[in-house]
């Protein structure tokens, strides 16, 4: 079947710092990539989405990598704040336009 | 505008009972979709509804189900609880099944005991 997944659970930042954070699918026909936060107590929150017609896109502070030949995502957090502190998930949108997340990474920002 | 609003958020059951948590969407979202997150399996896709039709379901046992009223308020339902069914249950809404930003609320804490 379809899965999404994360290269590591945790990722540890010193404040300031860019963050980077992978995701490797598994469905080529995946035409639609989203990066969501979750902090603790609430629900995903949208933070950028991605085509497969595109290869990059850039929000504030944010930026998604998309790298189709090998089934790749990445989203780069510049100038990392304690506020990032969270749970960041891919989700890509495949067969029967179902969402499949990723495990999820914890991203720790550290003062 | 008012987000995705969930209730109960926290809900304890012993095995065995039944369960049933509502999602009330996004004014003027037509579909609601539901979402099992757990430490073990991250989120997976329980089922989602438009206009009070099941368009698409996830690979959950039949204890698993759901519906969705006129107004577009979505309940789902769980039987004969399971200790695995331990969760945050998440809704979420979209203006139509294919668009591509959905919403999600702050979720239901289910716990079985």
């Known amino acids: 079947g379809e899965n999404v997944g994360l290269h590591l659970p945790t990722l540890s930042v010193q404040e300031g710092d860019n963050s980077i954070i992978n995701c490797a699918y598994s469905?080529?026909?995946?035409?639609?990539f989203i990066w969501y936060k979750q902090e603790s107590g609430k629900g995903p929150q949208f933070i950028i989405d991605?085509?497969?017609?595109?290869d990059k896109r850039q929000g504030q502070r944010v930026t998604v990598l998309l790298n189709k030949t090998v089934k790749h995502l990445s989203l780069q957090i510049a100038a990392t704040q304690p506020g990032d502190s969270a749970v960041y998930f891919c989700a890509t949108r495949g067969s029967f336009q179902k969402l499949v997340f990723g495990t999820g990474t914890r991203l720790l920002v550290s003062p | 505008k008012a987000g995705v609003t969930q209730t109960p958020r926290y809900l304890i059951k012993t095995r065995g009972q039944q369960v049933t948590l509502s999602c009330s969407p996004i004014s003027g979202h037509r579909s609601v979709s539901w979402y099992q997150q757990t430490p073990g399996q991250g989120l997976q896709f329980l089922f989602e509804?438009?206009?009070?039709?099941?368009?698409n379901k996830g690979n959950f046992p039949g204890r698993f189900s759901g519906r969705q009223f006129s107004n577009s308020r979505s309940e789902m339902n769980v039987s004969t609880l399971e200790l695995g069914d331990s969760a945050l249950y998440l809704c979420a809404s979209s203006s139509e099944p294919k668009s591509d930003e959905q919403y999600f609320g702050p979720g239901t804490r289910l716990t079985v005991t």
């Open positions: 991605i085509r497969s017609n595109m």
């Open positions: 509804y438009f206009s009070e039709t099941q368009r």
């Open positions: 469905n080529s026909a995946s035409d639609y």
